[in-house]
């Protein structure tokens, strides 16, 4: 069983800076493939950006392209979002997820996600 922690969201402006952290204990973290995702209220959760076992392939969606950064470290079982240029509209909550290895292609958007943290809330006011 995997447990996943995320820290370092709050209440920011817009255009300034977050880093996401989520520590995982209880599993083999450096084989699985790792993403963040985001719910905003009233909207259905989405995902932002994955990574792959590695770390040597990431994916984005386009709204956050440019602007997020998704990095793993094996090392410290632990996954990370950096976010710049916040903007009104990435106010949700994130959540960091993990996916049992289910083969090489079974990261990003075509995972299925086993293991979920709690959350961390991200305003980012006008």
């Known amino acids: 069983q995997v447990q996943l922690v995320e820290s370092g969201g709050g209440l920011v402006q817009a255009g300034d800076s977050l880093r996401l952290s989520c520590a995982a204990s209880?599993?083999?973290?450096?084989?699985?493939?790792m993403a963040w995702f985001r719910q905003a209220p009233g909207k259905e959760r989405e995902l932002v950006a994955a990574?792959?076992?590695?770390?040597?392939?990431?994916y984005y969606i386009p709204s956050v392209k440019g602007r997020f950064t998704i990095l793993r470290d094996n090392a410290e079982n632990s996954v990370y979002l950096q976010m710049n240029s916040l903007m009104p509209e990435d106010t949700a909550v994130y959540y960091c997820?993990?996916?049992?290895?289910?083969?090489?292609?079974?990261?990003?958007?075509?995972?299925?996600?086993?293991?979920w943290g709690q959350g961390t809330q991200v305003t980012v006011s006008s």
């Open positions: 997820a993990a996916a049992v290895p289910r083969g090489r292609g079974n990261w990003g958007p075509n995972a299925e996600y086993d293991y």
């Open positions: 209880g599993g083999s973290f450096s084989q699985y493939p």
């Open positions: 990574v792959n076992w590695s770390g040597g392939s990431t």
